[in-house]
């Protein structure tokens, strides 16, 4: 018995022939664990055990508290398709509030099963990472039955067959409903928002203020502003685009909220908005009284019709028809720069076909289709039933606003009784598009951070005029409607405290090295930084400043390796560990101690995101000059070349007069300007190494299967 166990948990199963295709009943008794790892400070832990088959969990066993010897006694049953694919067993030290501890984990292999016959097994825990560590064992007892033999249950093939029956039954139905949500997703227009400012809202705290925010639903679209504290005229200056859909109404409802942290939220008041009562192409001014209580809302709404978001056949390709394709570019031309400056560009997506996607139904198949996100934009492809390789042959077309967006694909399998299941994404800059190249696409996990199994084929083309792109650069960035809240994850705070240092070892090393020229550890390096110093300091004019870095940049464009190496020195410098362990739901415990650590994660929480905003902005700015998005270089390098020539050719006192005029007649030319940065814009368009990662296209070997792919790296 301990023999089979070492081999399961050494990782090389024992040979055996290839079974034959069919589906198998997996029935597994998590019997105790045996001198389990140490993980808590009191010399004991708080174990228990997942089950992953596929990459996907699929059995989460109970806890047992302060104890290295835990008795489950839990059985589970399984439908398997395939044995090739082996169970991953981990055991993890439960941590309430933080992030669950690894205790070791074994691989229990399929194939070397003995069929119709109960098997005990002992699984020896390893930590790749420490392989020499001594992390106790799992007994367990495991029954390995073909689903056509004698001893399978009659009642599992009814089950089966009625299922069968009724997924064949509401095919057509389904395949209809996706088609009129299809249609729905199209969008005839723009909707543009500015949130200006409440007036003598009602009052909803002891004190006699509120701290209020506001909600906006246009059918299926949600917007939440951000929350103002202690006011009963709150401040907002948001601006966000809503759009207008085929099946649609065109009600604008607005309500708003008082925020109370630990209770929950208390409605102040509600207004509607009638968009067919308003003229298109113009702003209009609105002070909006709140329906069910004082107050008034004011904003600014300009409706703008589009027709550029749709979805076709591959026959049906706007691109590719020769007079549609003129009249495209004509419409981003040169001469066509300054007029409709929204309207950036286009991109054309096909969405061909997928490879190898991972199972989601008992039946050892899916029903995948694909989603297109552009920002808030968002298309969907009709359901391929029964098929791991699904072939959609779908053109979509977007409006692009921003050139610097994100294109995200993201591949689901259609469930009809509960939430789509997830099979893969990836996430394509607009920038990096090779227009009309057929390229494949392995798919990776949630967060981008590992593959998953499948390649999706897709065709892709943008079109977009440069200089509306490079005025659309130094603008706030489209935020999205609806974003995952933060969470607390002491891996992602741990990697944004590493980022951070990062960069101020870096600063440190530039300290470090310009303090040996003073030391004299080089005296060539220290007469030539003394030369250097003189002849700069002596020299030195206000427009060198910008001129200087236009050098920066020339020269590593031509002599920095850095483009090259980016990809390597990223992976080197993330070690991605598996974040569904930081997304463990801990429902078990009662909500009484969670609302004791509502305050201890809000700080965690701000910490993090604080880590990450830091190490974000150091890491934008090393990217802006290692050339990793050519568009932005060379935007930078113009804007320094006229920074450099205006400081060259006009005396200082007349620029800052400029900006000072500039800077105190703004409000008087515009009262509802939001105010903006130029330079923070433009660097929220740069990636941080972090989105450089997320970003990076994964490379495979055409002849390694996806098992073994998704082996190289480890969930």
Not at 33 to 62: C, Q, T
Not at 289 to 303: K, Y
Not at 525 to 531: D, G, K, M, V, W
Not at 541 to 549: D, I, Q, T, V
Request: hydrophobic share 40%; proline share 5%; aromatic share 10%.
């Amino acid at each position: 018995m301990l023999g089979f166990g070492a081999s399961c948990s050494s990782g090389s199963p024992a040979e055996a022939a290839t079974p034959p295709p069919g589906i198998y009943k997996l029935e597994i008794e998590l019997k105790r664990g045996h001198n389990l790892a140490i993980r808590d400070r009191g010399g004991s832990s708080d174990p228990y055990v997942k089950f992953k088959l596929a990459g996907k969990e699929v059995f989460r066993s109970k806890t047992i508290h302060k104890n290295l010897n835990p008795v489950w006694d839990e059985k589970i049953t399984l439908i398997v398709d395939s044995l090739s694919e082996p169970l991953y067993v981990k055991v993890f030290d439960y941590d309430f509030g933080l992030q669950d501890d690894f205790m070791g984990s074994a691989f229990l292999y399929l194939e070397s099963l003995e069929q119709q016959r109960t098997i005990p097994v002992t699984l020896v825990l390893k930590d790749p990472q420490l392989p020499n560590e001594d992390l106790g064992s799992l007994e367990l007892a495991v029954t390995l039955t073909p689903k056509s033999s004698p001893m399978e249950d009659p009642r599992d093939t009814a089950t089966m067959l009625l299922r069968r029956s009724w997924k064949r039954s509401t095919k057509q139905q389904s395949l209809r409903l996706t088609e009129v949500h299809r249609k729905s997703q199209l969008w005839r227009g723009i909707v543009s928002i500015t949130l200006i400012e409440g007036r003598n809202l009602t009052p909803m705290d002891p004190n006699g203020l509120s701290d209020p925010y506001a909600k906006f639903r246009l059918g299926p679209q949600k917007y939440k502003s951000k929350t103002v504290s202690k006011t009963l005229s709150p401040q907002w200056r948001e601006q966000f685009d809503l759009h207008l859909y085929e099946e649609t109404g065109g009600v604008l409802e607005i309500t708003v909220w008082d925020k109370d942290t630990g209770r929950r939220d208390d409605f102040i008041g509600r207004c509607q908005l009638d968009l067919s009562t308003l003229t298109k192409e113009k702003t209009h001014h609105l002070e909006l009284p709140l329906e069910e209580s004082r107050g008034v809302l004011v904003l600014l709404v300009t409706l703008t019709a589009s027709a550029a978001v749709s979805i076709a056949d591959l026959s049906l390709t706007p691109l590719e028809d020769p007079e549609e394709r003129r009249e495209i570019l004509k419409r981003y031309g040169v001469r066509k720069s300054l007029s409709n400056l929204r309207d950036v560009g286009i991109v054309q997506v096909k969405v061909l076909r997928a490879e190898g996607l991972m199972v989601a139904d008992v039946t050892g198949k899916s029903d995948p289709f694909c989603v297109l996100e552009l920002n808030n934009d968002r298309l969907q492809t009709h359901t391929i039933y029964k098929n791991l390789n699904p072939e959609w042959n779908k053109v979509f077309t977007f409006n692009v606003k921003d050139v610097h967006s994100v294109l995200e694909v993201s591949v689901f399998d259609e469930d009809r009784d509960r939430s789509a299941d997830f099979l893969g994404k990836v996430a394509i800059p607009l920038l990096n598009i090779h227009n009309g190249v057929q390229k494949a696409y392995l798919l990776k996990n949630k967060e981008l951070t590992a593959p998953t199994k499948g390649v999706i084929y897709l065709e892709m083309e943008v079109v977009y005029n440069t200089i509306k792109a490079a005025l659309k650069t130094v603008v706030p960035a489209e935020q999205k409607y609806v974003e995952e809240e933060p969470k607390v994850s002491k891996q992602l705070l741990q990697q944004n405290f590493n980022r951070v240092k990062r960069c101020i070892m870096v600063l440190f090393s530039y300290g470090t090295y310009i303090n040996s020229c003073f030391e004299w550890e080089s005296s060539q390096r220290s007469i030539t930084a003394f030369i250097l110093f003189v002849v700069v300091v002596w020299n030195f004019e206000l427009y060198m400043l910008p001129l200087g870095l236009v050098l920066l940049l020339v020269w590593n464009y031509f002599f920095s390796s850095g483009r090259e190496t980016a990809e390597t020195s990223m992976e080197a410098m993330f070690e991605w560990e598996d974040v569904e362990e930081d997304k463990e739901e801990k429902d078990s415990e009662p909500k009484g101690f969670m609302d004791k650590l509502y305050a201890i994660q809000d700080v965690f929480i701000s910490v993090q995101t604080a880590l990450d905003e830091v190490a974000s902005f150091g890491e934008r700015l090393k990217n802006t000059f290692n050339w990793t998005v050519p568009f932005l270089s060379w935007l930078a390098i113009t804007a320094l070349c006229l920074a450099t020539l205006l400081l060259y050719l006009i005396p200082l006192r007349y620029l800052v007069l400029a900006w000072g005029v500039n800077k105190f007649t703004k409000k008087l030319r515009d009262p509802y300007m939001i105010e903006n940065n130029e330079l923070l814009d433009f660097l929220s368009r740069v990636p941080s190494d972090v989105q450089m990662m997320q970003y990076r296209e994964l490379r495979a070997d055409p002849g390694q299967s996806p098992n073994k792919r998704r082996r190289a790296y480890p969930s």
